[in-house]
């Protein structure tokens, strides 16, 4: 069975009658399909946002049929027994199925391959990214909101500070402690002999300590306690005990210890240590990571026009019904393929008042100027949604899943005194101006106005 990668695109509640979408890549281009919603569990559309592809999932089909789909997100890491998991080779991470690889190179299109390998290695960028963003703000207040009854995320971390240091019991910690003392003279012929003492200090119960007030307090590790260097080769040795420490040597060297700790001082390296390290996250780790996901994310725009599919007007699909959606989604994957042709774009202005009102006669003259165009190109259209034209080809556009750009506030709102404006933004975008009825209509004359301005191709429906 043949596996391919995809994005749950969840649908408005009212728009679903039982089904829901995957944005799958299939046959070498991306194409939508209906799963059956209880494919998805009740966690996963909850986790989801209404016309978002942003979880990535693998899935099997059968003749344009769904089989089954798995999320990323309910897929563990490396080293499962679970039939999905991923592997993990230093930068590079695989998704496998009973231990193999499911996207070899000899089983699969090598497009699909490179396409597996961006989204999941995305999906691996992005979930990183997240994590480091998150530490980066743990002593941070900044960033989120506060009603009153929920603490700030800097207060949970206190909190977590305060019940890490109350739950350290020193001479606990210091059952297996371990000191050595030696010293070290080095001569040297016509020059300064070097002198030293080093001591060692280490917990023989193997009892990881990675934090710095305590690696200092006690001491952990090799170091140089005491040196000295001269034209001589006597130095007096200091007056410390030397060898393996033992019995009331050692006890007494835990005492200390024991008395020189503070919480406050230990609160206060444990807050510095995460103000240095959300910098360092900041600085160090973080650029780097978004530099990564916008280099994976442009990789998948340019290759694959993933950007361009998954923001196919959300509209269409709400104008789904139990009824039309077999052929709603068939002009959307249409369009879909025509994303993805190397069919030239072409985009157009369609305005004008209709002949005495009649707007049939405009549609019929916009649907066979749009049908014959597209024998050529990948029509989209613009509309500031006017009387007349403007508003038929918008619907025509809807009704027929055609690309559009419509600017409600700038373009249908911007009222006549601004019409000039309006036509020169919306012919900014424009390659051609058609319009119906007369040239002296205000909206069509700022319109042909702004588009001999620009040198663009005008044209009579």
């Known amino acids: 069975m043949k596996r391919h990668i995809g994005f749950y695109y969840k649908l408005y509640d009212n728009n679903r009658g039982g089904r829901e979408l995957i944005l799958g ?19 996963n559309r909850m986790l989801s946002q209404d016309h978002d592809i942003s979880r990535p999932v693998i899935f099997s089909e059968t003749e344009g049929q769904i089989d089954e789909v798995c999320f990323f997100s309910d897929i563990p890491n490396t080293n499962s027994s679970n039939k999905y998991h991923f592997r993990t080779d230093g ?39 997240e994590s480091f963003k998150q530490k980066s703000t743990r002593l941070s207040g900044d960033s989120f909101l506060y009603d009153g009854f929920l603490p700030l995320e800097w207060g949970k971390t206190i909190k977590e500070l305060s019940d890490y240091i109350k ?20 001569s040297k012929v016509g020059g300064d002999d070097r002198y030293s003492v080093i001591k060692e200090v280490k917990l023989l119960d193997g009892t990881p300590i990675n934090d710095d007030y305590l690696i200092n307090l006690i001491g952990l590790g090799e170091r140089t306690i005491h040196k000295e260097s001269g034209y001589t080769s006597y130095f ?16 007494k060297e835990k005492q200390a210890i024991i008395h020189k700790y503070s919480s406050e001082k230990h609160m ?45 007007d959300s509209g269409y699909f709400e104008r789904m019904t139990s009824s039309n959606r ?50 050529s190109f990948n029509v989209i259209i613009i509309t500031g949604r006017a009387k007349g034209s403007e508003t038929q080809a918008l619907y ?29 933004s919306m012919v900014k975008k424009a390659d051609v101006l058609y319009y119906s009825g ?24």
């Not at 019991?169 to 080095?186: Q, R, T």
């Not at 899943?401 to 009222?415: K, N, R």
């Open 25 to 43: 890549f299939l046959n070498n281009e991306l194409r939508y399909y209906f799963i059956d919603w209880k494919k998805i569990s009740w966690e």
């Open 91 to 129: 930068e590079r991470h695989s998704l496998c199925y009973d231990g193999k690889k499911v996207f070899a190179k000899n089983n699969y299109d090598l497009r699909e391959t490179q396409f597996a390998e961006l989204v999941v290695n995305k999906y691996f960028i992005k979930k990183e990214l």
């Open 167 to 186: 739950g350290i019991d020193i001479s606990s910690l210091l059952s297996s402690l371990y000191i050595k003392v030696w010293d070290s003279h080095i």
């Open 236 to 251: 007096e040795r200091p007056k410390i005990p030397f060898g393996v420490y033992e019995g009331e040597t050692l006890e």
């Open 268 to 312: 206060g390296w444990l807050i510095y240590s995460e103000l240095s390290k959300q910098e360092f996250y900041k600085e160090e780790i973080i650029p780097p990571l978004e530099n990564k996901l916008q280099t994976v994310k442009k990789q998948l725009n340019e290759d694959y026009y993933l950007e361009r599919i998954a923001s196919i």
């Open 326 to 375: 077999t052929e709603m989604l068939a002009k959307i994957n249409r369009l879909a393929h025509s994303i993805q042709s190397n069919v030239p774009r072409i985009s157009i202005i369609i305005t004008g008042e209709s002949p005495k009102n009649d707007d049939y006669s405009v549609w019929k003259k916009i649907a066979t100027l749009i049908e014959e165009l597209s024998n």
């Open 396 to 424: 025509y556009a809807m009704d027929n899943v055609i690309e559009y750009i419509y600017d409600y506030h700038a373009w249908t709102m911007s009222g006549k005194e601004a019409s000039i404006e309006r036509a020169r």
């Open 438 to 461: 007369e040239p002296d209509y205000y909206i069509t004359k700022n319109m042909i106005a702004a588009a001999k301005e620009k040198g663009i191709l005008v044209k009579q429906l």
